[in-house]
């Protein structure tokens, strides 16, 4: 999706979309001035249509108020000036070849460990083979390019009918969703919000309580995703990685998600699933990559 498609104020003057950003970052005139080694009255100025920002100027203030580098882009192009941040194709580019064979080395180095990576709508890019056998057996149609992890996971025919305790995870996901969202001002992601929250609860789960933890429940460390898989409760924990400093809109959009084991019994059954799936891909004569 090129920077012209996501913004919810695409076709909104600079002025609009400066306003609305440090509306959303609840930031006065006088606090972004002096952040962004300008003044009061010059931001008053733009934001009213009275004067016309550099493009320098626009990057400052976007540095301070953390809009997300696609945004960025948005603002700029409302400005009248370019984008300063490209944008290539995760699977095509060649200037993200050395990257991509990083990430999907990563993937496979961390088997039997569930990773995927996803975009910032939450389509998938890559996944290894654990995450790919937790999730064989969902609907099709949720399996289906571009396959979306929220839609995955909540929706009625996906993951929902496995989680246990599924009302505190799904609430766990909604929040996630809900932040990006305040982040980056996506309509896109409205829509996906909008529609996963709105899924009823899967037949089996309609009787468990709701998302709010409770006197009683206990995690030592982190909320653990509790998976039903072939007669066993996988416990798991999420870890999340991102790019630091990123220059190039798709990478700053990448987050890795690992999934790891929370008690021994999950570690040794993951163990199991990661042989089942090297069998059947020998089997195929599928080799996994170096």
Same mark, same amino acid.
């Given at each position: 999706?090129?920077y /012209?498609?996501?913004?919810?104020?695409?076709?909104?003057? $600079?002025?609009?979309?400066?306003?609305e950003?440090r509306?959303?970052?609840?930031?006065s005139?006088?606090?972004?001035a002096?952040?962004?080694?300008?003044? !009061?009255?010059?931001?008053?100025?733009?934001?009213?249509?009275r004067?016309s920002?550099?493009?320098?100027?626009?990057?400052?203030?976007?540095?301070?108020?953390?809009?997300?580098?696609?945004e960025?882009?948005?603002?700029? $192009?409302?400005?009248?000036?370019?984008?300063h941040?490209? &944008?290539s194709?995760?699977g095509?580019?060649?200037?993200?070849?050395v990257?991509?064979?990083?990430?999907?080395?990563?993937?496979v180095?961390?088997?039997?460990?569930? $990773?995927?990576?996803?975009?910032?709508?939450?389509?998938l890019?890559?996944?290894?083979?654990?995450?790919?056998?937790?999730?064989?057996?969902v609907a099709?149609?949720?399996l !289906?390019p571009?396959?979306?992890?929220?839609?995955l996971? @909540?929706?009625?025919?996906?993951?929902?009918p496995?989680?246990?305790?599924?009302?505190?995870?799904?609430?766990? @996901?909604?929040?996630?969703?809900?932040?990006?969202?305040?982040?980056?001002?996506?309509a896109?992601?409205?829509?996906?919000y909008?529609?996963?929250?709105?899924?009823?609860l899967p037949?089996?789960r309609?009787?468990?309580?709701s998302?709010?933890?409770?006197?009683g429940?206990?995690?030592?460390?982190?909320?653990?995703?509790l998976?039903?898989?072939?007669?066993? $409760?996988?416990?798991?924990?999420?870890?999340?990685m %991102?790019l630091?400093a990123? %220059?190039?809109?798709t990478v700053? &959009?990448?987050?890795? &998600?690992?999934f790891?084991?929370? /008690?021994?019994?999950?570690?040794? !059954?993951l163990?199991a699933?990661? %042989?089942?799936v090297?069998? %059947?891909?020998?089997?195929?004569?599928i080799r996994?990559p170096?």
């Amino acid at each position: 999706m090129r920077y /012209n498609e996501w913004h919810v104020g695409r076709g909104q003057n $600079v002025g609009s979309l400066l306003r609305e950003w440090r509306t959303r970052r609840r930031m006065s005139q006088l606090e972004l001035a002096s952040r962004a080694d300008s003044s !009061a009255r010059h931001i008053s100025f733009i934001e009213t249509g009275r004067a016309s920002p550099s493009r320098n100027m626009l990057l400052r203030f976007a540095d301070q108020m953390d809009i997300p580098i696609r945004e960025r882009n948005v603002l700029l $192009v409302a400005a009248g000036f370019a984008p300063h941040f490209p &944008e290539s194709s995760f699977g095509e580019s060649d200037d993200l070849s050395v990257l991509r064979t990083e990430l999907r080395r990563l993937l496979v180095a961390y088997e039997p460990n569930p $990773v995927l990576i996803h975009d910032a709508q939450y389509h998938l890019v890559e996944a290894n083979g654990a995450f790919h056998a937790l999730v064989a057996d969902v609907a099709d149609h949720l399996l !289906a390019p571009p396959l979306n992890v929220m839609r995955l996971s @909540l929706h009625p025919e996906g993951l929902a009918p496995r989680i246990r305790r599924y009302p505190v995870w799904r609430a766990h @996901l909604l929040g996630r969703l809900r932040h990006r969202l305040t982040v980056s001002g996506s309509a896109p992601l409205r829509a996906l919000y909008d529609e996963v929250s709105g899924y009823p609860l899967p037949p089996g789960r309609r009787g468990e309580d709701s998302g709010t933890l409770v006197e009683g429940d206990f995690f030592p460390y982190a909320l653990p995703l509790l998976l039903e898989h072939e007669g066993q $409760v996988l416990s798991l924990v999420s870890a999340l990685m %991102t790019l630091s400093a990123p %220059t190039e809109v798709t990478v700053s &959009e990448l987050e890795v &998600e690992t999934f790891l084991p929370a /008690n021994a019994e999950t570690a040794e !059954a993951l163990q199991a699933l990661r %042989t089942e799936v090297t069998r %059947t891909e020998a089997g195929r004569g599928i080799r996994s990559p170096s």
